[in-house]
C-alpha cells in the first residue's frame, strides 16, 4: 500500500513540474541554497546512482552525506534538463528505493517533504493527500526529528486537518503538510502557522 502512496506523489509532482513555467524553476525553494532543479535532481539521484557510485561520490566528500548531496544535487542540475529530471521523477514512480534505517514510510516522506519544499516556496495551493501524511506521521520516530535539528522545545504541534500532535508546550496549530515542513526544520512563509512560538517557524 505505501509503495501506491510514494508512486501516486511521483507521478503527481512530475505532472505539477511539467506545468511549470521556466522561471519557476529557478525560484529558491524552502530547501537552503537550492532552487528547483536541485531539489528534484537531489529527489532522482537514487534512481541514477548504483550503490558503488553512490560511496564513491560520498568518499569525495570525505563520508559527510550532506556535503556529497549538495555537490551532486548542484552538478547534475547543471548537468540535465528540466525534461530529463521531470521524467526521471515520473519513469521511476515505482521505483523501490528505500533511505538508510527509513523503509517504505521514509522514501515517502522524503518525496513529501521535498515536494512541498517546491510548492510551499512557489505558493502552489497543492494539497498532500491526509492518508500520506498519516503514514509518515506514524512512522516517525523522535531520532529522526532530532536528525533535522529542529528546536522543538516548549512547543506542541497541533495539526488543524488531522488527528495528530507532537510534543508539549505552547500549541502551533497548522495544516499537516505545514507542520511536517516544522519537523523538518523548515521556515514557513508568514501566515501559514498559528500561535505565539510560529515566528521561530517562519520567514519575515
Not at 505539477?16 to 524553476?25: F, G, K, V
Not at 532522482?44 to 544535487?73: H, I, Q, Y
Not at 515536494?115 to 492518508?131: C, W
Not at 512512522?139 to 504541534?157: E, H, N, R, S, W
Request: proline share 6%; charged share 25%.
Amino acid at each position: 500500500m505505501i509503495q501506491d502512496l510514494i508512486a501516486a506523489e511521483r507521478r503527481e509532482l512530475a505532472a505539477l513540474l511539467d506545468e511549470l513555467p521556466p522561471s519557476a524553476w529557478a525560484t529558491p525553494t524552502l530547501c537552503a541554497g537550492w532552487r528547483v532543479p536541485e531539489v528534484v535532481a537531489h529527489m532522482t539521484m537514487p534512481f541514477r546512482f548504483s550503490t558503488g557510485r553512490f560511496v564513491r561520490e560520498l568518499l569525495r566528500s570525505g563520508g559527510r552525506f550532506n556535503a556529497m548531496a549538495d555537490r551532486v544535487a548542484r552538478r547534475e542540475a547543471a548537468e540535465l534538463s528540466r525534461e530529463a529530471l521531470v521524467a526521471s521523477l515520473r519513469d521511476n514512480a515505482d521505483h523501490l528505493w528505500r533511505p538508510p534505517g527509513g523503509g517504505a514510510e521514509g522514501a515517502l516522506s522524503h518525496d513529501v517533504i521535498h515536494g512541498l519544499d517546491i510548492t510551499t516556496a512557489l505558493k502552489l495551493d497543492r494539497r498532500v493527500p491526509l492518508e500520506r501524511l498519516e503514514v509518515i506521521f506514524a512512522a516517525m520516530k523522535p531520532k529522526q526529528i532530532k536528525y533535522f535539528g529542529t528546536d522543538l522545545t516548549g512547543v506542541a504541534l497541533r495539526a488543524d486537518d488531522l488527528d495528530w500532535s507532537y510534543g508539549t508546550g505552547t500549541p502551533i496549530t497548522g495544516a499537516a503538510q505545514d507542520l511536517l515542513l516544522v519537523l523538518g526544520n523548515r521556515r514557513l512563509p508568514a501566515g501559514r502557522l498559528r500561535g505565539e512560538p510560529s515566528a521561530r517557524f517562519t520567514t519575515v
